[in-house]
């Protein structure tokens, strides 16, 4: 009955419209009163809790690292380089689209940063050129989603934390699940565009190829910073996140020299709000989280989900399909917040491998942000591309289909993942 009582009033909260962060405390002051220990001691208690954490301050870091690529001309680059080498095939912008979403994912770590710096860009050459605007649109919001599953990223910081699980090992794990998402979807659009008749560009020179990654070299140098300081223990995933904020802070300021005193302030402001949302969220989750364990929740479910524990594989299907369902009703790191306390003891019971299992989480909680009507990175790419979200699904379910399949590789095959923390760490 408690967890009746937790989902319904979450759900009721969600449905009045109330903002998640808000959802998630009135949904743990019901729990309280159901459970009779109301105090409000408890709640400020918890909220002080959820933000004072030391991992957390990666977060506004690699927030304000991203923000500090945009506008210092690092993103921008990062397409130009992209553009001269594969822009003059058949179909290249949509390959250039897909190689500047991995490479970009590989310095923000966010989603919706990713989706909006490569739509502003590529969308209205990619229409020019001939593509349809849906599909277009489509295929950026497709290779924004990378962000989440390659490191530095995000959701994974907050997965770990929430569930006590090595972020480093969290980082190394979404490599090669990262660069499938990207190796698929130039498979799923080669199939698309093979007997298009669009406008290519003219092959770039050998010099002028050797000029974009020369421009590009810094931004580039910049994942290998990040996953070489991390698997040699130089530092932590939160003094990550301080080295990417002060290298594109230099890169931007000193050598492209497209940063200067009045836009650092726009970044700090924009960084700022989208911190004060993000660490909001984190802490009100908190509340919820201390009270699920506290009624007990998780061996409640465990022991409703019965002989499904002695099943691992069953039980990441049921996991997985709940979570996609899921996914299509609330943004996705609500549901890492929410759902971690609950499945961690499950997942450990079952014998899984918890950093596989965060993984796979994210990668899934990413496929929600392409859902209606909630996904957020859908709503950002629909504003950027000017068109409705019902004409952009017409145009997105080959890169869905494909974000699925590679899903359900990583739930048959877990050494995706496994194999290569292994070597690396």
């Avoid at 009582?5 to 962060?21: C, D």
């Avoid at 990550?240 to 836009?263: H, M, P, Q, S």
Wanted: aromatic share 8%; glycine share 10%; with cysteine.
């Amino acid at each position: 009955m408690t967890l009746t009582v937790f989902v319904a009033s979450l759900i009721a909260m969600i449905i009045l419209g109330i903002p998640i962060a808000f959802a998630l405390l009135a949904s743990g002051v019901a729990l309280m009163y159901y459970l009779d220990i109301f105090d409000t001691q408890i709640v400020a208690q918890n909220l002080i809790k959820g933000a004072d954490n030391f991992p957390l301050m990666a977060i506004p870091f690699f927030i304000l690292a991203g923000e500090l690529m945009n506008k210092g001309g690092m993103s921008r680059r990062m397409v130009n380089f992209a553009l001269s080498l594969v822009g003059h095939i058949r179909g290249g912008l949509g390959y250039v689209t897909i190689i500047a979403g991995v490479l970009l994912a590989g310095l923000s770590g966010s989603a919706v940063a990713d989706t909006a710096a490569l739509g502003a860009v590529l969308i209205p050459m990619m229409v020019k050129a001939g593509y349809k605007r849906n599909r277009s649109t489509g295929l950026v919001a497709a290779s924004g989603i990378i962000a989440p599953v390659l490191p530095p990223s995000i959701p994974m910081i907050i997965f770990g934390i929430t569930g006590g699980v090595s972020i480093t090992k969290l980082f190394i794990g979404g490599i090669v699940p990262g660069l499938l998402m990207g190796i698929g979807l130039m498979i799923t659009w080669w199939l698309i565009t093979r007997n298009e008749q669009v406008e290519v560009y003219t092959r770039k020179s050998f010099r002028e190829m050797l000029i974009a990654s020369k421009e590009a070299v810094w931004a580039l140098f910049l994942p290998v910073i990040i996953v070489g300081g991390l698997r040699g223990g130089i530092f932590t995933p939160t003094e990550a996140g301080v080295v990417a904020a002060f290298y594109a802070l230099l890169v931007g300021t000193i050598i492209y020299r497209e940063l200067n005193v009045k836009d650092l302030y726009k970044v700090l402001v924009d960084s700022a709000k989208t911190t004060s949302v993000v660490m909001f969220l984190v802490a009100a989750a908190m509340v919820p989280a201390w009270l699920i364990a506290f009624a007990n929740i998780p061996m409640q479910l465990a022991n409703s989900l019965g002989s499904l524990i002695e099943n691992p594989l069953l039980l990441l299907i049921l996991i997985n399909i709940i979570v996609l369902f899921i996914g299509m009703a609330m943004d996705l790191t609500p549901i890492i917040l929410i759902l971690t306390p609950v499945l961690m003891p499950i997942i450990t019971e079952a014998g899984i491998d918890p950093v596989y299992f965060g993984v796979l989480l994210v990668l899934n909680c990413s496929i929600g942000l392409l859902t209606p009507p909630v996904g957020s990175v859908l709503n950002v790419a629909c504003s950027i591309g000017k068109v409705s979200m019902a004409e952009v699904m017409r145009g997105i379910w080959p890169f869905l289909l494909v974000k699925l399949i590679i899903l359900l590789l990583l739930v048959f095959f877990p050494s995706i993942v496994t194999v290569p923390i292994d070597w690396l760490t």
